[in-house]
């Protein structure tokens, strides 16, 4: 690990989101929280510039459009033309033909840098076998760190991350398997949508983008379980992994990471 939060404070990169209408404020404030600057610009009209002033782009198809998909590619050719990572959040794949449709034409028609989802949405888009409910994981068939994970990065030539009872990140030839955080982050909706965020901020500044991938989970991870240790509930989480956010260090997280390199 290095000082990847502290650069992010001194460097404030900002992090072009085109996401998700039902987490969006809170993409915003984690991205914020972390010391990197939020921007949300949907419109075809201008997402390409903003994305080309950005440090990363951060791409959530929660609640996926035509026209939305448009500006997502826009927004992505662009970022490839100066070279800044680009994350997709692959929400609810799997549990529509649309949303598979869509999420193939991304990956298709530009680079995408970092692929994230949980263990079912991944496990789609590698042409496993997957089950989806809404935009949650249900099961899938496949070892999903072997046949998955490893597989679909090198096929992809992306940072495949997966989320679930154990995070994993690969680039196909290294794999960190992130111990699970607090189970309280599973009690609101938005935190897989947040830790895209924080992806994008962290590999905002380190070019290592499974590295990057990896720090990214380890610091949310160790913010969530500081919450729940003060959490009653759903509604006290969410406001103390904002403060947990806000208060973390370099140091602080060093000494709670639960990372295994394979």
Do not use: Q
Not at 206 to 215: G, L, R
């Amino acid at each position: 690990m290095n000082n990847s939060l502290k650069t992010i404070r001194e460097t404030k990169p900002l992090v072009h989101h085109i996401t998700n209408w039902v987490t969006i404020y809170d993409c915003a404030n984690i991205t914020r929280a972390f010391g990197a600057l939020p921007v949300m610009a949907h419109a075809p009209e201008e997402c390409a510039d903003m994305t080309k002033i950005s440090s990363a782009l951060v791409l959530n198809i929660g609640t996926l459009t035509s026209e939305i998909i448009d500006s997502m590619l826009l927004s992505a050719a662009a970022a490839n033309e100066t070279k800044i990572p680009v994350v997709l959040d692959a929400v609810g794949v799997g549990a529509t033909k649309f949303r598979d449709e869509m999420a193939a034409k991304i990956l298709s028609s530009v680079s995408i840098d970092i692929i994230k989802g949980n263990y079912s949405e991944i496990a789609k888009l590698a042409g496993e076998n997957a089950e989806t409910k809404g935009v949650e994981a249900t099961s899938i068939s496949a070892d999903p760190e072997k046949k998955v994970a490893k597989e679909f990065a090198k096929s992809s030539s992306s940072v495949v991350v997966m989320t679930g009872k154990e995070d994993i990140i690969s680039d196909g030839n290294r794999t960190f398997i992130v111990k699970k955080r607090a189970r309280t982050d599973g009690s609101i909706v938005g935190t897989g949508c947040m830790a895209a965020s924080i992806i994008g901020s962290f590999a905002s500044v380190n070019p290592d983008y499974c590295d990057a991938a990896k720090d990214a989970l380890c610091y949310f991870g160790a913010a969530g379980e500081l919450a729940a240790e003060k959490s009653i509930g759903p509604g006290s989480f969410k406001v103390n992994l904002y403060d947990e956010v806000f208060n973390l260090s370099d140091e602080k997280v060093k000494d709670m990471m639960k990372v295994e390199e394979k």
